[in-house]
């Protein structure tokens, strides 16, 4: 009797093997599979060998030889496509949930959408001269005043002259009241309005909030827009917004900055009104103002500004302003009109 036969009815005596047997070779098999899909790529090259068909070596008839490396190949296959498919997937999944960050992510606010858009405008302009040191800046502001209860209303006009770079005496005046300020004493107006001061401030928005907060104590100015308390915001709203309506000369590029930084201005609000000859504009206010009436207004389409509005509460009696620059000029000389 030749070899092949006697392995033929060795076979024979052995009977095949149960469900019980068989399931405990496929958990073997999901075990390899298992480790594998986390080897490397030439760990996946390699046929595996499990002892779940360990005795189909010995049967010649089933050709087991060629069997067991296809089935090892196939295996692998299906592992490696299983670890791409999953690859795919998470990458899938992540891609969505970038994408729902972003939905997240709060969405500009109509007023931060018409200040950038004033900021691009202001970007546009002609730049303005630049004055000499030795020069004043002159303004004509009109400012239109109401009292609510009475309704009376009153026109103010206002004629100043600012030193350039305060090295000599201003005349500032402000409804119908002028102030005579010394050389290097503080302004009635804040600071930043001058040009000795404008040509100082960054043009990077956050960098001109930081610069701006806290002014007289700057060993406690904040070192991100984090530490900018509320009422430093408050201060700051009120300090933008009289840059962007008050300041007549200032380059363009900070005067956009100053857009942008009043965009980013907590509670940064817009709504529709009308300026002081009763047409439509926009009026921008923050939450955060002490006044919701405290408003830069805006034209309605080119987001220019036309003026602001305020209130002055003097005694038990309330005014509603609106205030507007109506003309300015570079002059050599103080009380020089253009």
Request: hydrophobic share 35%; charged share 30%; with cysteine.
């Amino acid at each position: 009797m030749d070899e092949m036969t006697t392995l033929r009815h060795m076979r024979a005596e052995i009977s095949r093997p149960g469900p019980d047997r068989l399931t405990t070779g496929r958990e073997r098999l999901q075990a390899a599979i298992d480790e594998e899909a986390t080897a490397a790529d030439t760990e996946l090259r390699r046929p595996i060998i499990t002892g779940g068909f360990m005795t189909d070596t010995k049967d010649s008839s089933r050709n087991p030889v060629r069997r067991r490396p296809l089935l090892s190949v196939a295996v692998a296959s299906a592992a490696a496509v299983a670890v791409i498919a999953t690859a795919v997937v998470a990458d899938n999944i992540g891609d969505r949930q970038d994408s729902s960050a972003d939905v997240a992510r709060p969405k500009p606010s109509y007023a931060e959408k018409v200040l950038r858009s004033a900021a691009d405008e202001a970007r546009k302009g002609s730049e303005p001269d630049i004055p000499r040191d030795d020069q004043f800046i002159y303004t004509k502001s009109v400012t239109e005043e109401t009292e609510r209860k009475t309704g009376k209303g009153k026109t103010y006009t206002d004629e100043s002259w600012t030193s350039v770079d305060g090295s000599k005496h201003s005349w500032i005046v402000f409804l119908g009241k002028g102030n005579w300020t010394n050389p290097g004493e503080n302004r009635t107006q804040p600071p930043q309005y001058d040009w000795s001061e404008l040509k100082k401030l960054p043009t990077d928005p956050v960098k001109l909030i930081l610069r701006l907060c806290s002014p007289v104590d700057p060993p406690l100015k904040p070192k991100s827009l984090k530490g900018v308390s509320k009422e430093e915001w408050r201060d700051l709203h009120y300090q933008l917004k009289g840059m962007v309506a008050r300041a007549p000369v200032m380059p363009n590029e900070l005067r956009a900055t100053a857009f942008e930084a009043l965009a980013m201005v907590p509670g940064i609000k817009a709504k529709p009104v009308k300026d002081g000859e009763g047409r439509p504009a926009i009026g921008i206010w923050s939450k955060n103002a002490l006044f919701e009436e405290s408003l830069l207004v805006l034209d309605e389409d080119t987001h220019k500004v036309l003026g602001s509005t305020s209130i002055r509460t003097p005694g038990d009696k309330t005014y509603d302003q609106f205030s507007h620059l109506e003309d300015y000029a570079i002059v050599d000389k103080l009380k020089q009109r253009p």
